[in-house]
């Protein structure tokens, strides 16, 4: 997208140039202007009807915790998602919910989900959850995860909800995974999708979050959704989605048009960068730097569509 | 040649007497295994006789399962932690294929043939 880089000596600034600048701002269908700052965008201002825009508040992203695993990458699983509950705990202003984007627990067994529901709860937040693929190894692939997050959610356990003016939906992929493919959405939840955002007004700002990532990272590795794209199609008339990921292990972004992506840090362990290593197993890395590669993510809306980005690892590398 | 296939190729030709060993028809073994390394299963390809009980062990610190695809969808382990083994054993001849239900690029055969 951004691969022309031609100087244009009308426009200020060594890394700006015509055509960046005419990317960088655009009037959405809604009528307001966006710009993109880091590279997400973030709203400037709103002409002809009044946009029908976030009021202020902020949310936490959670992921990856892991309850359960102790391996040689992160003995302490559990100390380090108290770390990360006191740092929600600490935010200021208080976030108004959290989300968690799965792999809550490490083997699906009742006593991790125990463990994470009381450190979680810790936080004093309503909390949402969307189950990763080891929340759902129980033999009844999820019956046990649904039985403890499923009460208000369909089909596999997805669900949406409003928070000051702002559509958040819950969607399920790591369901029915095909030989050799990628996480999936199936044609169940995309049908429930489509109906699930058929009366919002184009200018309501979208937060989706899922655990594996909404774009292919690494297909290799499995790190994508095979029908993303059909979920992306039903949201592209919105004037700002942002996506949310975890899966990862590790803070990436992209933004493609109107739709921005982030994956999130775990609680529990890194993973390697995409195809930096022979397989996407937990990356051990020296114990006084384990801190500064886990995190969680502060995210704000301030009156504009688009929200802000803070990615906070527990502790200062 | 990037460093990461060459490492590749060089645990592919490590397992390469063990595969051998594996892959020939086993009329007399009555156990198999199949070892989970690396996310791969180590044979991928697996030929026995039948009657043949199969172990899968995992020796990655991540878990992994067994899950039959399509018409085998009878086989299902349980998650496999860091050494945890799963036995199945396959009474008559046919063709079945297996994938992991956490990491499904990681995919198995096996063949039973008398
Ligand atoms: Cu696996």
């Given at each position: 997208?951004?691969?022309?880089?031609?100087?244009?000596?009308?426009?200020?600034?060594?890394?700006?140039?015509?055509?960046?600048?005419?990317?960088?701002?655009?009037?959405?269908?809604?009528?307001?202007?966006?710009?993109?700052?880091?590279?997400?965008?973030?709203?400037?201002?709103?002409?002809?009807?009044?946009?029908?825009?976030?009021?202020?508040?902020?949310?936490?992203?959670i992921s990856d915790t892991h309850v359960?695993f102790?391996?040689?990458?992160?003995?302490?699983t559990q100390?380090t998602l108290?770390?990360a509950?006191?740092?929600?705990?600490?935010?200021?202003?208080?976030?108004?919910?959290?989300?968690h984007?799965g792999d809550v627990s490490h083997?699906?067994?009742?006593?991790e989900?125990?463990?994470a529901?009381?450190l979680i709860?810790?936080?004093?937040?309503?909390?949402?959850?969307?189950?990763g693929?080891?929340?759902?190894?129980?033999?009844?692939?999820?019956?046990?995860?649904?039985?403890?997050?499923?009460?208000?959610?369909?089909?596999?356990?997805?669900?949406?909800?409003?928070?000051?003016?702002?559509?958040?939906?819950?969607?399920?992929?790591?369901?029915?995974?095909?030989?050799?493919?990628?996480?999936?959405?199936?044609?169940?939840?995309?049908?429930?999708?489509?109906?699930?955002?058929?009366?919002?007004?184009?200018?309501?700002?979208?937060?989706?979050?899922?655990?594996?990532?909404?774009?292919?990272?690494?297909?290799?590795?499995?790190?994508?959704?095979?029908?993303?794209?059909?979920?992306?199609?039903?949201?592209?008339?919105?004037?700002?989605?942002?996506?949310?990921?975890?899966?990862?292990?590790?803070?990436?972004?992209?933004?493609?048009?109107?739709?921005?992506?982030?994956?999130?840090?775990s609680t529990a362990?890194?993973?390697?960068?995409?195809?930096?290593?022979?397989?996407?197993?937990?990356?051990?890395?020296?114990?006084?730097?384990?801190?500064?590669?886990?995190?969680?993510?502060?995210?704000?809306?301030?009156?504009?569509?688009?929200?802000?980005?803070?990615?906070?690892?527990?502790?200062?590398? | 040649?990037?460093?990461?296939?060459?490492?590749?190729?060089?645990?592919?030709?490590?397992?390469?007497?063990?595969?051998?060993?594996?892959?020939?028809?086993?009329?007399?073994?009555?156990?198999?295994?199949?070892?989970?390394?690396?996310?791969?299963?180590?044979?991928?390809?697996?030929?026995?006789?039948?009657?043949?009980?199969?172990?899968?062990?995992?020796?990655?610190?991540?878990?992994?399962?067994?899950?039959?695809?399509?018409?085998?969808?009878?086989?299902?382990?349980?998650?496999?932690?860091?050494?945890?083994?799963?036995?199945?054993?396959?009474?008559?001849?046919?063709?079945?294929?297996?994938?992991?239900?956490?990491?499904?690029?990681?995919?198995?055969?096996?063949?039973?043939?008398?």
């Open positions: 997208m951004h691969d022309e880089s031609t100087p244009d000596a009308t426009l200020p600034g060594p890394r700006l140039n015509r055509r960046r600048a005419l990317q960088c701002l655009l009037w959405s269908g809604s009528g307001a202007l966006w710009a993109l700052r880091g590279g997400v965008p973030t709203l400037l201002g709103a002409i002809g009807e009044a946009q029908a825009a976030s009021e202020t508040f902020s949310f936490v992203q359960g102790n391996k040689a990458a992160n003995p302490d100390a108290q770390l509950i006191d740092k929600v705990r600490a935010l200021q202003p208080r976030p108004t919910l959290m989300l984007t083997l699906s067994k009742p006593e989900f125990d463990t529901a009381q709860g810790a936080a004093g937040l309503d909390t949402f959850y969307v189950p693929e080891h929340d759902v190894l129980d033999a009844d692939g999820g019956a046990l995860w649904r039985q403890r997050y499923g009460r208000g959610t369909q089909g596999g356990g997805w669900y949406s909800f409003e928070q000051h003016g702002v559509h958040f939906i819950g969607l399920v992929n790591v369901l029915d995974f095909k030989p050799g493919g990628l996480g999936r959405l199936g044609s169940e939840q995309l049908d429930w999708l489509a109906r699930d955002v058929k009366g919002l007004a184009a200018s309501t700002p979208i937060v989706v979050f899922a655990h594996i990532p909404l774009w292919t990272i690494y297909a290799d590795w499995g790190w994508g959704t095979d029908d993303a794209a059909q979920a992306l199609a039903l949201l592209r008339r919105f004037g700002s989605v942002t996506v949310l990921n975890g899966h990862i292990h590790q803070t990436l972004q992209k933004v493609e048009g109107q739709v921005s992506f982030h994956t999130a840090f362990y890194p993973q390697p960068a995409p195809g930096s290593a022979t397989n996407p197993g937990p990356l051990t890395v020296p114990a006084e730097r384990l801190r500064s590669v886990l995190g969680i993510r502060d995210i704000r809306f301030a009156g504009g569509s688009a929200p802000r980005f803070d990615d906070l690892p527990l502790a200062q590398a | 040649m990037s460093a990461l296939s060459l490492r590749c190729i060089t645990r592919r030709l490590a397992a390469l007497p063990l595969a051998l060993l594996l892959c020939a028809p086993a009329s007399a073994a009555t156990q198999v295994t199949v070892l989970i390394h690396d996310y791969a299963f180590e044979p991928r390809n697996l030929v026995i006789a039948p009657g043949t009980e199969v172990i899968w062990k995992n020796a990655d610190a991540v878990p992994h399962n067994i899950v039959g695809v399509g018409a085998d969808a009878h086989l299902r382990s349980p998650a496999l932690d860091q050494d945890d083994s799963y036995r199945s054993r396959f009474p008559s001849s046919g063709e079945f294929d297996y994938v992991c239900g956490l990491h499904p690029h990681m995919q198995g055969h096996i063949s039973v043939r008398p």
